[in-house]
């Protein structure tokens, strides 16, 4: 028993430090092209009217979150924080592509690059990740 869960605490850092990776790379990106990421959500039918504020919001959450899983006292708030973010990207993406006929992209960095079908995989797959990991992390500690 204690083997099973000492990898499962492994597998829930490793999932932690993924998702430490994901949203410093993305935050770093859009601060980095601030003025196009600005742009980006200035675009959205969706998010115009407030293309400012979540401009700034959007990386300091991500950031935010990276702090929440670095710790282990906040990691599982972390994990349903990246949950939570990557359910609203996702349904953001899926919204904007069932709705709209111009979809533009302000994820940032090499994320920007992928086609909307992979991109929608991959934020499924960052989300089923999160759940593995809310769901490990709570019973490794209970």
Not at 25 to 32: D, G, H, Q, V
Not at 64 to 81: E, N, P, V
Not at 130 to 142: C, Y
Request: include cysteine; aromatic fraction near 12%.
């Amino acid at each position: 028993m204690f083997i099973l869960t000492r990898y499962r605490v492994i597998i829930v850092d490793g999932i932690a430090l993924l998702l430490i990776s994901l949203f410093t790379y993305a935050s770093l990106s859009k601060l980095a092209d601030y003025q196009k990421f600005l742009s980006q959500l200035g675009q959205s039918e969706i998010l115009s009217a407030y293309s400012k504020e979540i401009s700034i919001v959007i990386p300091s959450v991500e950031l935010l979150i990276c702090c929440l899983l670095f710790f282990s006292r906040t990691k599982l708030l972390g994990l349903y924080s990246s949950f939570g973010l990557m359910l609203l990207f996702t349904l953001y993406i899926g919204s904007m592509l069932l709705f709209t006929e111009d979809v533009p992209c302000s994820c940032g960095g090499i994320l920007e690059h992928l086609s909307w079908e992979a991109h929608i995989w991959f934020n499924v797959g960052v989300v089923l990740l999160t759940v593995v990991g809310v769901l490990w992390h709570r019973r490794a500690n209970s």
